[in-house]
């Protein structure tokens, strides 16, 4: 009561000085299981850590966080306001990946040659500073469509094996559809990567939806888009297509928060465009 009382009193004061009121809880919504991705909301003046990674904070106090594939069964979100800190436990639901085996892909591909190791050094330098920014954008907060229409042939998480070869697990979500086939931005965004051939993802543009958190599009056909441009939901990007590591044409759209790579289904389930946002209080550690 003593705390809640100074946090009212310090309100009070911030708000006759024309500053942000501190918030008495976090506010937070989203999948907390593996590859979820959640959105939070905490005074504006407050610092927001997940485990020992700085998350930013908007001007309204909204933030944004992901948690990977193999996220442990709990995390730990820590707040820090003009009053002191606050730390927040939360358990992550585990899921289980199924193992998808693909043939018939060409074998320069599954066991790059030599000479093109050097190529692909560089191209995943220019995908990790595509995504490197931490912009102040806020679009993830009007929520995200499907880039198109189409059967789902390749899922977040599973494991992958190439001609018989083990491989990395599969971090996208494959939508199969015709060469050619329009697909739409997910979410208003600023295009940070167009690259038309890299070597792996073929046609790839990345788009950054703000505060770390961005869309990847890879195989495509054709870019509609050049990088700079600013995007609203629903504007077209590019074609489908089956350049790169590919054996048909399909979209595979990846998402991430900063490094960490989140499952665009979960995103889609929990973040969908066509509804509002309802946001829950969660309580501190004692």
């Known amino acids: 009561m003593k705390r809640r009382w100074l946090h009212r009193a310090l309100a009070v004061i911030l708000a006759l000085a024309g500053g942000p009121a ?39 106090g909204h ?67 595509a995504r490197a920014p931490v912009s102040a954008r806020q679009d993830f907060l009007s929520g995200f469509a499907r880039p198109l229409d189409g059967p789902i042939t390749g899922v977040y998480g599973s494991a992958r094996i190439y001609n018989g070869v083990p491989k990395n697990p599969h971090y996208g979500l494959d939508i199969a559809a015709p060469s050619g086939t329009l697909v739409r931005a997910p979410a208003a965004g600023v295009v940070r990567l167009a690259q038309p051939d890299l ?58 928060w900063r490094h960490v790579r989140i499952d665009p289904a979960l995103v889609l389930r929990h973040f969908p465009a066509t509804s509002p946002a309802t946001i829950s209080a969660a309580q501190p550690e004692p």
């Open 22 to 60: 501190p918030a008495l809880e976090l506010e937070v919504r989203g999948a907390w299981e593996q590859g979820g991705m959640v959105i939070g909301r905490v005074a504006p003046v407050a610092k927001v850590w997940l485990e020992k990674t700085p998350v930013a904070v908007g001007r309204d």
């Open 63 to 129: 933030f944004v966080l992901g948690l990977d594939r193999d996220a442990p069964a709990q995390v730990a979100v820590t707040v820090a306001d003009p009053l002191g800190q606050h730390c927040y436990r939360f358990d992550v639901a585990r899921r289980s990946y199924d193992v998808q085996r693909v043939d018939g892909v060409p074998e320069r591909t599954v066991a790059p040659p030599a000479e093109v190791l050097a190529r692909i050094r560089r191209e995943q330098e220019l995908v990790d500073r």
């Open 199 to 256: 070597y792996f993802s073929g046609g790839t543009l990345i788009v950054d939806h703000g505060q770390g958190l961005t869309s990847t599009f890879i195989h495509l056909s054709a870019l509609l888009v050049a990088e700079g441009d600013e995007l609203a939901r629903g504007a077209p990007i590019a074609r489908v297509g089956a350049t790169g590591r590919a054996t048909g044409p399909h979209l595979d759209w990846r998402m991430n």
